[in-house]
Every structure is written in C-alpha cells, then in structure tokens.
C-alpha cells in the first residue's frame, strides 16, 4: 500500500501524458490545439492530486494506487481525453417534450412555424432592412414590420415590440407612472414564476403600488376610493397561472375602462399570453382576444410574444398611440429592445395570423392546442405498435387516457384530453425510470403521476415517434437483460425502491 507522498511522486509530467496523447493510433486528438490538450492534461493531474492530498486515511488511498507509472500516464491521458470531450458537447441541447404542456417555458415554450425557422435564418445569415427605410435610403424605424402587422391584427393605433412580456410591463410602467401611483386589486398580484411578481416589477420601476379590495373580491367602489391625485395608471393583470374559486368578485375591464375615462387616467391590461385568435371554437375555454380587450377599453395591453402567440420570445405593447410611444422613446427602450432575429420569426408568425385558419394549421403552438384527440390517439398507438409484446411487458407500458395542459400560465383551468403511453417496469421506481429517459439521447422529458411515468403523446411530434420508441426498446432490453440494471451515478436511492403499487 502506497502512502501519500509516494502517490504524489509517482504522478507524471504534463509532457509525459502530452507525449502519449500525441502518439499516432486511435483515440489521437485530431483537431485539438496543443495549448487545449495541455490545459486538459493540467487539469486532470490536478484532479488527481487534489484525490490524494484529500484522501482521509489509508484504506482510501489505497484505491488510488496503480501499479505502473505507465498505468498512471494512461489513466490521465483517458481522463484528458474525458475533459476534452466534455467541454465540446453542446449544453442545450434539443429534447423530446412528453409532458403535455405544450407551452412549457422551462422546454423552451413555443416551437416556430416554419415560416418564422425560414425568416429567422435569413435575418441571421444575411444582412436586412432592421431600421433602415429603403424608399427614402436613409435610417428607418427598428420593428417597423411587426408594428404594421399588430395594428391590423388587433386593431390598436400603434404598437412595439420589447425583449419579453416582463421588460414590457416594467417598461410601461416606468415610461407611464414613475414615481406616481397604480392601482391594482389584491386578487391580481400574481407571481409568474421564476422572479416576476407584480409588486416587485412595480418597485423596480419606480412606480408606486396601491393594492385595492381583498384577495377574492374587488368592486368599482375600491377602485374609486384609491385613486388619489398621484394617480397615473390604472392596471388590469390577467390572474393567468391561477383562479380563485368561490365568493368571488372582480370589476370587469369594461367598467374600469369607463372609470378610468372619468377619471382621466389610461388604464392598462397585462394579458400575458395574449392571443389573437379565438379558441374557443376549438375547445378551449375563450378568453378575449387582444383586439377585445381594446375594443373594451383598454388604452394599453402588453402580452407575450412566445405564449399563446406562438412566436420567439418578446413582449408586446399595443394600444393609444401617445401611450405607445412614450414606451418607444424611453431611454430605457433601447435596453429592452428585441434581437433582429426575435424580430424576423415575430414577423413571420404575425404574417401567418391575417388568416386565423392558416394560423390554427401552420404556428405549432395553436396546431398543438387544436389537435384532434383522434389523432394524438393514432401518435400513441403507433408508439405501442414499435414495441414488441416482451418489451411493452418489461416497461408496464399501455395506453392511457390524460389531460394536458397550455402552460405558460395560460388558461390555466381548462386540461385538453390526450393520449398518452404510460410506463410502469417491475424492476424500476417511477422516479429512476424518469431519470433514465432524461439521460437518453435524445432526453425525454415526461412526467410522473400515481407512480407511473406518463408520456403524453399531444406535445410529442410525429418524427419522434421512431425514436423513441427506440430509446424505450433499449431501455427495455436492458431491463429484461440477465447483466444488473445498474442505475446511473447519483441514482441509486431512487432506484433501489421497487416501483410498488
Ligand atoms: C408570462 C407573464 C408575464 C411575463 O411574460 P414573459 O414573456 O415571460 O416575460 C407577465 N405577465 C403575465 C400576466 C404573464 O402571464
């Protein structure tokens, strides 16, 4: 048994191991520079150094020893090789949706149509009109585009375009109520998730918040109590990820439209997801479109560009011309504004909405939506079908009826019915099983109820069927298999569970 200044001594020079990388065979590093190679190799010695300094006692060393120095060089050189090629595998990767939420902002929320992937890739590979008239051969306005297409499509007299819904909320209200007063009800402080949360939104910006009424009923009267001359807005925010149910009371936005005309302030509507189209026709509960909740009165809606819209990522304001463009003069404007790209697929998706019926066919996240269950049901037995009997065996896996869900806060009571395969193996806990398919290549992201994982079939496309229906025949291969199912790092408490019930 080796002792720890011994280990130390026996490791090799950084030129030693460079030495054996560099020899010609397989596993050369073609392509690498040799500063990269060095730098892997530095690296890896340290890390075994650091082993052998941190090692507690004798027994712990005693796994570090090797025999040979030409082991220790080689068992470096792998671990080099290891680094090298760890650094170059791309972090984000792209990833199977499995579970239902179509507009899933941790997955990326809204896929682009066609279209929108076609402008993007232009606007990146080649040089545009960004902000430059081409008639008068001089600097135009920067989303002008975009703005022609929301009038039309909502109505508004005017309309821009910031980096997301967030950075438009924040932007109107500092550009329209800086240290002045907005009134907003107690029932629509809402937190969106990650880090928006209203109030806090409102203290950034430098306006002041006054809440009005309770958490579950607000009426006209709180309203007019509140509004003092400080007064500068009046907001309407959609309660989009949440409903209060019971004895409930809000002031519909066309009231507080007419009170906000007798008191002469504008009032604002934060809708978030915001569509422009009705779908209600398609099952989904209806929830006023933009171009209504102007026409009832709101003198400024903000939404995103990436929720019900379907596009990229952006943030919406529409509404009263003066209203607008403060926003777009603002110094802080030009710190919100969107990427030439986001503002390419924004077009585009917008182009596909001047007709609603092309929109329902061509941007994904309203085909999605609008689906046919039928044909959710034909993606989930054609899944099945690709298994064979013993793997469909060794998975537990079987058709089932679920529901899923919007997302993104929006409509957030109403469940689409779907199809899904659900897996339940003997051999391994829901909770391993889940950890399995997001380490497969593609990862699957699924979702875990009543101790089976569930694979929704609406938010899985129809060329991921094939494979994965492949990652799952593998997967069952090895569950079936006489070699132990030996579970991936950092697994292991999940896995020893047996799946139960
Ligand atoms: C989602 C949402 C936002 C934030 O929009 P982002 O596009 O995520 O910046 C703001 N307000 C409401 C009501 C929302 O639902």
């Known amino acids: 048994m080796a002792d720890r200044s011994e280990l130390l001594r026996s490791l090799p020079s950084v030129e030693e191991v460079l030495a054996r990388l560099r020899a010609p065979g397989p596993g050369g590093e073609d392509g690498v520079s040799e500063r990269s190679l060095a730098e892997a190799v530095r690296e890896s010695l340290e890390a075994r150094r650091q082993a052998i300094l941190a090692a507690a006692d004798e027994a712990s060393l005693g796994s570090l020893t090797v025999p040979s120095r030409e082991e220790t060089v080689l068992l470096i050189a792998a671990e080099a090789r290891e680094r090298l090629a760890a650094a170059r595998k791309p972090y984000l ?6 579970t239902g939420v179509v507009v899933h902002t941790n997955l990326g929320r809204s896929l682009l149509s066609a ?37 039309r499509l909502t109505g508004a007299e005017a309309a821009t375009v910031v980096n997301n819904n967030a950075g438009a ?42 809440e009005v009424g309770t958490t579950n009923r607000t009426h006209l009267r709180d309203y007019e109590a509140a509004i003092s001359p400080e007064a500068a807005l009046l907001l309407k925010v959609h309660t989009s990820n949440f409903r209060i149910l019971g004895f409930t009371a809000e002031v519909p936005l066309g009231e507080l439209a007419q009170l906000a005309r007798e008191r002469e302030l504008p009032l604002m509507a934060d809708l ?20 209504e909740v102007l026409a009832a009165g709101a003198d400024i809606v903000t939404f ?28 802080l404007f030009r710190a919100l504004r969107p990427d030439k790209l986001a503002l390419a697929a ?41 298994l064979r009997p013993e793997a469909r065996r060794a998975l537990g896996a079987r058709l089932a009826h679920v529901e899923s869900q919007v997302g993104g806060g929006a409509l957030p009571l109403s469940k689409l019915p779907s199809r899904a395969v659900t897996l339940a193996p003997e051999r391994l806990s829901a909770a391993a099983l889940d950890a399995r398919l997001r380490a497969l290549e593609p990862p699957v992201v699924a979702r875990i109820q009543e101790q089976q994982v569930v694979l929704d079939m609406r938010t899985v496309r129809p060329e991921e069927v094939a494979p994965l229906a492949r990652s799952l025949a593998r997967l069952a291969e ?12 950092g697994e292991g408490a999940a896995d020893a569970q047996s799946a139960g019930g």
């Open 272 to 291: 978030g997801s915001g569509s422009l189209v009705d779908l209600a026709p398609h099952g989904l509960p209806g929830e006023p479109t933009v171009g």
């Open 115 to 151: 279209e929108a992937q076609r402008a993007l890739l232009e606007a990146a590979s080649r040089h545009t009109n960004l902000e430059y008239d081409l008639r008068a051969g001089r600097r135009g306005g920067r989303g002008e585009g975009v703005a022609r297409l929301l009038r």
């Open 346 to 386: 924004l077009e585009a998706t917008l182009r596909a909405y001047l007709e609603p019926e092309a929109a329902l066919r061509e941007v994904p996240t309203l085909s999605l939506l609008t689906e046919p269950l039928s044909s959710v049901s034909r993606r989930a037995r054609a899944l099945l079908r690709r």
């Open 93 to 98: 990767v792209p990833l199977i949706n499995a």
């Open 169 to 210: 909320v924040f932007l109107a209200l500092r550009a329209l109520a800086e240290g002045r007063e907005v009134v907003v009800s107690r029932g629509e402080l809402v937190e969106i998730g990650g880090s928006f949360r209203i109030p806090d939104i409102m203290r950034a910006s430098g306006a002041r918040l006054i």
């Open 304 to 331: 995103s560009g990436d929720k019900l819209l379907g596009g990229p990522q952006a943030g919406v304001a529409v509404g009263r011309r003066a209203l607008v463009e403060r926003l777009a003069r603002h110094p």
């Open 478 to 489: 090895e569950l079936l298999g006489p070699p132990n199912v030996g579970p991936p790092n």
